[in-house]
């Protein structure tokens, strides 16, 4: 599917993309290109190729599960303006 340059005015004037005279052959020339290798890509036979989740199948690494920091809870609980059984109290919002 070819697009003619009125179709690049309408797809322009939706996008809200202000496109010079000059600019406009330019433009359809680049989006047939991209259509066309959309068209190349679909033509491929795909059958019993599963799909992947990434390109490179790589995995994350993951840092250790381990504890960094000292437990400051007494410390951060001391300047709080209501706690209860180290739990902190906030005013009911709803009903």
């Known amino acids: 599917?070819?697009?003619?340059?009125?179709d690049v005015e309408k797809i322009a004037h939706l996008a809200r993309l202000g496109l010079n005279e000059a600019d406009i052959p330019g433009t359809t020339e680049t989006l047939n290109?991209?259509?066309?290798?959309?068209?190349?890509?679909?033509?491929?036979?795909?059958?019993g190729i599963e799909p992947?989740?990434?390109?490179?199948?790589a995995t994350q690494r993951?840092?250790?599960d381990q504890v960094t920091e000292r437990n400051q809870r007494d410390a951060y609980q001391a300047i709080a303006p209501a706690v209860e059984n180290g739990l902190y109290l906030v005013p009911q919002v709803i009903e």
């Open 1 to 6: 599917m070819a697009l003619e340059r009125s």
């Open 33 to 47: 290109n991209i259509l066309g290798l959309i068209d190349q890509m679909q033509a491929v036979n795909t059958d």
């Open 52 to 57: 992947l989740a990434h390109p490179l199948e």
């Open 62 to 64: 993951l840092r250790a």
